[in-house]
């Protein structure tokens, strides 16, 4: 097999900026949140570099962004969605989560505050792995139309029309 040209690899890397995460378990026995007390205290959160600020809730775009995303999700698979780290009290919402829960899951999942998305789902395990998995999915499919405007995304990759 033909070793990838350079503009190969940038291409597959704008295409799939979104690599699927691990799915890490989490209890946070003390925690006041009800979305997760109402799952046993209990989560499972992915972690996505790059991507820090793309759910946040004080700027407007970024809000309807997060509110089509998470209201596909729940639709697609008939439950809440899921909850990011972007939505923190300096962003807008909290759902009860303590700094230092947030800090216990950042360390949880190996991922740095600022640097890393971290999606929390507070289902049971094979409906929390359904969930990111479609999360993950519509995030590959729409992050271009979010980020690059039309003539940005022709200079890259052609009209959309061509093969």
Known sequence: MAE???????????LYPVSPSILYFIELPGTVCKIIKNNGSK???AKYPLIKGLFRKDVDETRKYGRIICDT????LDNFGFFTSDERPEYGISYGISEKEYTYMFEQVGAKEDEHL???FAYPEREALES???FEKLLR??????ILDEKTFKMFFGSPLEK
Do not use: R
């Not at 499919?141 to 979010?146: N, Q, R």
């Open 4 to 14: 990838k040209t350079e503009k190969a690899i940038v291409k597959d890397m704008m």
């Open 141 to 146: 499919k729409t992050y271009f139309s979010y």
């Open 132 to 134: 990111k998995i479609f």
């Open 118 to 120: 971290v999606v929390m």
């Open 73 to 76: 999700v729940a639709g697609k």
């Open 43 to 45: 989560l499972y959160c």
